[in-house]
C-alpha cells in the first residue's frame, strides 16, 4: 500500500536501481546516506578493494529497495534508511561525501557466464 515499487538487492544496489529505474526518472543516491561503517571502508583498503564498487555491486545483501513518496513515508510502519531520492534527470548517480556527483554503472552479479 506504501512502496511504488520494489525489488530485493541480492544482485547488487546498482543493478537494482536499474532495474526500477524508467525513462521518464532516476534516482540520486547520497554517499553518506549509505551508513558505511569506517572499518567496512579499512578493510576493503587493507583488501586493496573499493568500498564504494562493493556496496554498489556485489550482491547477496538480502535487503529490499523501494520507492515510496514523501507521504507515505511519515505513513510507513516499519523502519527503513533511506538512501536517495528519485529524480527527472534519467540517470542513476551518486554524490560523494566530498561533494562530487558520478553516474552508478548498471553492473551486478552476473548468473550465468559464458566461457
Known amino acids: 500500500d506504501y512502496a511504488t515499487s520494489a525489488t530485493d538487492i541480492t544482485d547488487g544496489l546498482a543493478s537494482e536501481l536499474y532495474t526500477i529505474k524508467?525513462?521518464?526518472?532516476?534516482?540520486?543516491?547520497?554517499?553518506?546516506?549509505?551508513?558505511?561503517?569506517?572499518?567496512?571502508?579499512?578493510?576493503?583498503?587493507?583488501?586493496?578493494?573499493?568500498?564504494?564498487d562493493l556496496?554498489?555491486?556485489?550482491?547477496?545483501?538480502?535487503?529490499?529497495?523501494?520507492?515510496?513518496?514523501?507521504?507515505?513515508?511519515?505513513?510507513?510502519?516499519?523502519?527503513?534508511?533511506?538512501?536517495?531520492?528519485v529524480t527527472d534527470s534519467d540517470v542513476v548517480e551518486l554524490t560523494l561525501e566530498n561533494g562530487f556527483v558520478e553516474r552508478i554503472k548498471n553492473e551486478g552479479y552476473e548468473h550465468y557466464v559464458s566461457e
Open 22 to 52: 524508467k525513462n521518464d526518472f532516476g534516482f540520486m543516491i547520497y554517499e553518506d546516506m549509505l551508513n558505511i561503517k569506517d572499518e567496512y571502508k579499512s578493510t576493503a583498503k587493507k583488501l586493496n578493494l573499493n568500498y564504494l
Open 55 to 85: 556496496i554498489l555491486h556485489v550482491g547477496e545483501d538480502f535487503e529490499l529497495l523501494f520507492t515510496i513518496s514523501k507521504e507515505n513515508l511519515e505513513k510507513l510502519p516499519i523502519d527503513c534508511i533511506v538512501i536517495g531520492e
